[in-house]
């Protein structure tokens, strides 16, 4: 193909966006490049010059002459590479958002189990594996371009690449390679559409073969295309409009995937603890009319039988959608007060909705506003004088700036005076949204005030105003930086365009202008993909603040890499829908197991549309294997309370008897995620990491890393056919054994309220005896263990409790669990009390009936075993208090 001149290309890039969102991959390979000199190895680190290699390229503007290249391995297993410009300060992630790794402890480059390579001119780069050779990254053939609004680095890939990651998105988890582009840059993306940009950014992708797993992270939070093809031979490649190149190259491991989610966690943090409490049944809706429909969804609830954790309110509650608001006649706020001490005292939760945008009311003594401005810590418009406007759902509205030194003050007193216990409402949980930051003013946004006028902002309500003194719960009814130099720069239309909303959308359509200005002098282009995670964080803070001591549950919509540290994630605004349904498995799993963004679920039932009986019934069933659980749905929907359709709601009791039995092993693997990044959802690769034939699978997953989860996913099917690897398998129901053998088995007879779960061999469970309609309640019931012996007749399995809220604990009893050779071995340090007894141990595969049971070393009395030979189960009533080690043994 022919090369088109730098100038020529130039010319006809600026022509149009749209144009600019293809660039011929053969005039990008003919740039020149860098050629790299004085070249130093001191220790751990490795710096050198990196100057231009020839004539200048300028595709999306004038190429950067001199780069300075800095290689610094960081652990055996982690290689930081960062490329920046030689001469000028360039924007970086403030360490304020994401702190990076101590290098202090670097380690010789031959101790390390990856390499970084290097070819002087052109100057590449490649990083392998020091024992076996193996090259997981290599530029070799694609020159940098290094440019002031356009970054590129390509790297090959193997042929049929197993890539994971990049998101947030709705595609597939193992990402497409053919002609695939995704595109990071936060925007309020309703129906999360596949293929395009939805609330959050990950730049960290996985690539997993059957010789290891390695992760590449690019620690950037600008916009960018990360491109794949497989096109000739495979490649992906990064297009980003700003910042600088931060590589952080993880070693992973040859035999162990989770290994890399691990070594991810040390980079961004591990995931924080919630309370055990936020494991339960939450439901929320948008368009509940007023605090009469609240109260009746909770009785309601309670008569139908289906346990309920927590009930949420969205921005209904508001007084003209304004935050720190009720609406007077509506939500009154003694009425609201009287539902929140009604949950309490019946052990259940409380959660609201808070935006970022404030309403921009002044001179109308609305507090937030007030205070807001008297502290001066609202976003600037380009002026850096004013505040920027935008139009969200009370009308004109101003944001904070979290870069402000102010602005966690600011938020903390606002949550102190609004959700104050004895005053204001006492919530137990935090939900923020809108905070990519989402504006309703399209670009270009000249006249908020009149586009807020034209969108009917806020809307007004149309119900009628509720009788203030009606009954209610009586029956059931139906840090500072220099600011970085754009002043030659084109913001609003960079020359390279990122694909955002699939199609080269403005950057600030619908959002914060990429020229407004923060308290640091950094600009929203640069920090945007940051700006819901710094929320994330200042509304953690103030809940921590507000409750001292307690683990906090806030659940939010925009994430950047190291949000999960503070927050968990919904997926967004999805609709009632079975392709849907089945794209939130690929969903919890990106967050879950590689985003490190462990307590996450979809709208279940569906956000928008209207769900069906039989689909809401499938969802509630899918959803109880979520971290995060909870219908919610919008305004212009039917109402969809699981207890409103009778199929619901029986899958919603029968699969949270499950949920609440297994929370305590969920308990465990979210403290195991803090402790060390274990992810707590697993793909079926991450166990089986050499069948090729788990690689794809994103329809089944493993709840925890031994409870296989296999969802119809088939509108009105009654069958699902799922892939069971070469290992043995026990059915969660009825403990029969099942054994697999590398081949997909369709599961019949799969009726509207059972969903197919499989306890993967190897692994003693600590479940509770039965669900409860509390977790407070759950905590007062006994333990059953489930031993599952593997292919070697071996099982084991752990055991993590505290009190359930407090972030420091006084005492915890962690305990581990041993079977082999018909022996199972509890033991541990039991310093939290648990109050309760192991009732029993059931023993899965044991194919006769024993001749004898000890207990402890003591025969135990024949009355108290048994032995199903149908489903070769024996059962030992044990009845110790749990508070010390035993044993269990058969023979």
Known sequence: MRVVKSSTLLALLIGGGAFANFTDPTVLDACPGYKASHVVTHGAQLTADLTLAGEACNVFGPDIEKLKLEVTYETKTRVHVKITDASSQRYEIPESVLPRPDAGHSVAPQLAEIQFNYTTSPFSFSIFRTKTKEVLFSTASHPLIFEPQYLRVKTNLPSNPNVYGLGEHTDSFRLPTHNYTRTLWSRDAFLVPSGTNLYGNHPIYFEHRTTGTHGVFLANSNGMDIK?????????????????????????SETDPTEVARQYAEIVGTPAEVPYWSFGLHQCRFGYTDYIDVSQVITNYSAAGIPLETMWTDIDYMDRRRIFTVDPQYFPLNRMREIV?????????????????????????????????????????????????????????????????????????????????????????????MNEPSSFCNFPCTDPFQQARDQALPPPRTAPVPDPNAPIFGQAQAPLQKRIDHSQDNLQ???????????????????????????NGLLEYDTHNLYGTMMSTATHNAMLARRPGLKTLVITRSTFAGAGSHVGKWLGDNNSEWPHYRASIAGILGMASVYQVPMVGADICGYAGDTT???CARWAMLGAFYPFMRDHNSDTSISQEFYRFPLAAQAARNVLDIRYRLIDYLYTALHKAHVDGTPVLQPLWYQYPKDPSTFPIDLQF???????????????????????????????????PFRGTGNSVTLKNVNFTSIPVHIRGGVVLPLREKGTMTTTQLRKTDFELVVAPGTDGKASGSLYLDDGVSIVQEATTEVEFDFKKGKLTVSGKFGFPTKVDVSRVRFMGVQHAPHSVEVNGHAAKRASFSHDAATQVLTVIVGIAFRQGFTVSFS
């Open 702 to 736: 493993f709840f925890g890393d031994s409870i296989l989860v296999s969802p119809v996913t088939e509108e009105n099917s009654t069958s699902v056919t799922a892939y069971f690897p070469k290992d043995i398998f026990y059915d969660f129901t009825t403990l029969a």
């Open 613 to 615: 009986e039989t689909l």
């Open 228 to 252: 794949i093809d497989d096109a000739g031979s495979a490649s992906l490649e990064y297009n980003v409009i700003g910042g600088i190149l931060d590589f952080y190259f993880l070693a992973g």
């Open 493 to 519: 239309s960079p020359p390279y365009t990122i694909q955002n909303a699939q199609g080269g959308g403005m950057l600030s359509d619908r959002t914060a202008y990429v020229d407004a200005v923060h308290a």
């Open 341 to 433: 001490d009604f949950l309490h005292s019946h052990d259940q939760k409380f959660v609201l909705m808070t935006d970022p945008a404030v309403a921009y009311l002044p001179g109308e003594s609305y507090g937030p506003f007030d205070r807001g401005t008297d502290a001066d810590i609202w976003l600037k418009a380009a002026n850096n004088s004013s505040p920027f406007l935008g139009a969200v759902w009370p009308g004109v509205t101003v944001f904070p700036d979290w870069f402000n030194e102010k602005a966690q003050d600011y938020w903390t007193n606002e949550f102190k005076l609004f959700y104050d216990p004895k005053t204001g409402l006492d919530i137990d949980g935090a939900w923020i949204d």
